[in-house]
């Protein structure tokens, strides 16, 4: 069936190790985007892509890097020059062709660096 | 510089009664609002969006109203039900080269008690 899914749920690193969270749809959506939610917070973006190969940083994007190599993956990597990496860290994708379109999220990867 | 707010943390209702969340937003760019609903440890799931043009819209049990001069919004659930206890976040978007990215306010959880 058609979706986002996010692997793993859950993650454990130590710090100063970098990760890397996954994000594959087939929902043939051209645009994909993280955000990171923090308890009390709402979501933030992290990065987006519109086109596949071309990637614009979000409002918190300092340690954090993606690629856009195909347009079903939009993986995120976690850097350790991130200061503050332990959150929930949500995936989700739009169909660009209609403006007035939700975004659609994944279920989420829980990141928790000790 | 928080865009999107919404002021109440928490809004415990009885089951059958409405419930009424509430979202402030600064940026008069704004043009497209959303509304999701979150539970623990899942993505958020779109539940209704307006676009400027109309100040109000309606889907089954939830409407939500925008009022533009007072760049205020609100999402009406009728008739509440225990189900319907998750975090609600409002959500906003503009056009332009901000396509297709949403600014999230804090959330609000919502119980609702049978």
């Known amino acids: 069936d058609g979706g986002i899914t996010q692997s793993p749920k859950y993650l454990f690193r130590k710090e100063g190790q970098n990760v890397t969270l996954s994000c594959e749809q087939n929902?043939?959506?051209?645009?994909m985007y993280w955000y990171r939610q923090d308890p009390g917070q709402g979501l933030r973006l992290i990065y987006y892509?519109?086109?596949?190969?071309?990637?614009q940083k979000g409002d918190i994007a300092e340690g954090y890097s993606v690629s856009r190599e195909k347009k079903e993956s939009f993986p995120l990597t976690v850097t350790s020059a991130q200061k503050n990496p332990t959150a929930f860290y949500l995936c989700?994708?739009?169909?660009?062709?209609?403006?007035?379109?939700?975004?659609?999220f994944g279920n989420g990867t829980r990141l928790t660096v000790t | 510089d928080q865009q999107v707010k919404q002021n109440s943390p928490s809004l415990s209702v009885q089951e059958g009664r409405i419930s009424i969340l509430n979202c402030d937003y600064t940026n008069s760019m704004f043009d497209y609002f959303l509304w999701y609903k979150k539970y623990p440890a899942e993505g958020p799931t779109f539940l209704i969006s307006?676009?400027?043009?109309?100040d109000k819209n309606e889907d089954g049990r939830f409407t939500v109203f925008l009022n533009k001069s007072a760049k205020h919004l609100s999402l009406h659930i009728v008739p509440s039900q225990p189900g319907d206890s998750a975090v609600y976040f409002c959500?906003?978007?503009?056009?332009?080269?901000?396509?297709?990215?949403?600014?999230f306010g804090q959330g609000t959880i919502l119980t609702v008690h049978p």
């Open positions: 892509s519109q086109i596949v190969n071309d990637f």
């Open positions: 929902l043939n959506h051209d645009a």
């Open positions: 989700a994708t739009k169909d660009i062709s209609s403006y007035n379109s939700p975004l659609h």
């Open positions: 959500a906003a978007s503009a056009g332009g080269t901000s396509y297709g990215k949403l600014t």
């Open positions: 307006i676009s400027s043009i109309k």
